[in-house]
């Protein structure tokens, strides 16, 4: 096979015979030292010079034709690509360098010279682009592997004798905030690492507004984590009895008449919010209803707020404890042995359930509206459309409503204040959390471009060299076999990005 050189698509050997092509073994070495005092030197670095490469040819017959278009064909302002047909795959980024002296022979019927190329690199490149991929996955160019976290394993058959500078497409398949390439030679990292897939936002939300039989059983059921009594803040209340709903609310429906005081509790978890957490900051209304038939008739019924540990948060009574007219609103705050501790005292006619003669009834059939908020630590009850309101000091304002429990007891020996009813209760969430979904940096089908060698970033085309996150680094890829590239995502990307790496092998 005829030898042929080719220079910025030209094939110089159609206009020149070749005698000999020097090649060196690589580019230059300089290496930098630095003497010592006590004698020889300390290896301070190396680095790769410019290389050269020489051809000695002859013309053909006729020697001013081969002057000029050789000259012609050589001539370059920038380097172009230097093609020798024994190594067909690679090619020298070269320009020509020095002046060409032609001597012609005695005959004066052919001329010799030497035409220099300076490769300023000092390697050959291939001239095919090497490109690794999903479509040829585990072929020549390498393997790519996606992984159930998410990430892509990478492994790139380097065949050249350099390292390479890659270009890298990366193509999100879901959302992600945050891109890495790790190798062995450095870390590329874009984007933001501590972006979120999703937020929090709030609003108001209505937890719950229970006014049927229905409604009440399917949410307040007997509580067994108080089997012996309930605590109050003189005596605990034996829950030796039955309530539930009976006629238009939540009664005693089987009393035991042999302590002093003898009562029942249901319980209602109050359910989390889309963030998973218990209602922080809260509005409970709830009718009651609370009006004797006789002097001699007692009672109490309390509705308890409690937290995930069961301690209380606020407790509302009504109570009429002997003979007589009169019965009271008690409001319980916590104390700090984190109980019950008595806060206000309101009495109220238990034969009217007016607060005076010309109130109306605030336990009574036609109102019996009752109220409790809590913002932050700040709980406030309502008396007559008044907010009384305490501070929660042993309590923090992060401290969640999770239980609410009834209470209904009677007092030994007396009956049972003709109308004591829950009849409806209902919770709003004064800031109910909620997941957002946040429009994540890289979107599916975006394309992220990251160019080693250029040391650029581009999405979508656009340059986006603001992405870089400080302290990485782009970086090359070893020469050899299986050389790992990891791809890493945001943790909480549910599919993997599809990749592209693209090369040109190198040699010296």
């Keep these: 096979m005829t030898f042929s050189i080719n220079f910025a698509d030209n094939v110089l050997t159609e206009h020149m015979r070749v005698i000999d092509v020097k090649r060196n073994l690589g580019a230059g070495i300089e290496n930098i030292t630095e003497d010592k005092i006590s004698g020889g030197a300390d290896f301070i670095r190396s680095r790769r010079t410019q290389s050269t490469i020489e051809i000695e040819f002859r013309t053909f017959d006729d020697i001013s034709t081969a002057r000029r278009v050789l000259a012609d064909l050589t001539n370059s302002v920038v380097p172009q690509k230097l093609i020798f047909s024994d190594e067909p795959n690679l090619f020298y980024n070269a320009i020509r360098s020095g002046e060409v002296n032609l001597v012609e022979n ?92 999703t937020g929090t936002a709030k609003n108001q939300k209505l937890v719950c507004d229970m006014r049927t039989q229905a409604d009440f059983e399917a949410n307040f059921l007997p509580d067994t984590s108080w ?57 409970a209304q709830f009718n009651t209803l609370f009006i004797q038939e006789r002097l001699v008739q007692c009672g109490r019924l309390q ?83 008044a907010a009384e309101t305490y ?9 969640k409503l999770a239980y609410v429990y009834v209470v209904l007891a009677k007092r030994h020996n007396y009956q049972m204040v003709k109308d004591t009813s829950l009849r409806s209760f209902k919770v709003m969430n004064l800031n109910n959390e909620f997941p957002v979904d946040i429009l994540n940096k890289y979107q599916p089908g975006d394309k992220v471009t990251v160019d080693m060698a250029k040391s650029k ?31 890493v995502c945001s943790p909480w990307t549910k599919t993997p990005p599809d990749i592209e790496v693209s090369w040109k092998e190198r040699y010296l």
Excluded at 460 to 473: K, L, M, R
């Design 106 to 197: 005695k005959s004066k019927l052919f001329a010799t010279g030497t035409i220099t190329f300076l490769v300023p690199s000092g390697y050959a490149e291939s001239i095919d682009t090497k490109v690794l991929n999903t479509i040829n996955s585990g072929r020549d160019t390498g393997t790519i592997t996606h992984n159930s976290d998410g990430s892509v394993t990478v492994e790139i058959n380097n065949n050249g004798t350099l390292p390479i500078h890659p270009t890298i497409n990366i193509t999100p398949t879901s959302e992600t905030g945050f891109l890495a390439l790790v190798g062995e030679n450095g870390v590329l990292e874009i984007g933001n690492p501590d972006e979120a897939d």
């Design 457 to 487: 970033i581009f999405v979508n085309d656009i340059e986006a060299n603001s992405d870089f996150i400080t302290g990485s680094n782009f970086f090359a890829i070893p020469p050899g076999k299986k050389q790992k590239l990891d791809l």
């Design 227 to 283: 089997p012996t009594s309930w605590p109050t803040n003189l005596e605990g209340i034996p829950l030796n009895s039955i309530i539930g709903w009976e006629k238009d609310g939540i009664r005693i429906k089987k009393m035991v008449n042999t302590n002093l005081w003898n009562g029942g509790v249901l319980r209602y978890e109050v359910p989390k919010d889309e963030a998973g957490n218990y209602v922080k900051d809260w509005h």
């Design 391 to 399: 501070l929660m000091n042993n309590g923090p304002a992060s401290t």
């Design 303 to 385: 509705v308890y707020f409690a937290d995930e540990n069961k301690q209380p948060l606020a407790c509302f009574e009504v109570y009429k404890g002997g003979t007589g007219e009169n019965a009271t609103l008690n409001f319980w705050l916590i104390g700090g042995d984190r109980r019950l501790k008595h806060f206000k005292s309101h009495t109220f006619s238990a034969t009217t359930g007016k607060a005076d003669i010309k109130g109306s009834p605030l336990f009574g059939p036609s109102r019996g509206g009752q109220a409790i908020i809590k913002q932050g630590n700040k709980i406030s009850f309502y008396w007559k459309g």
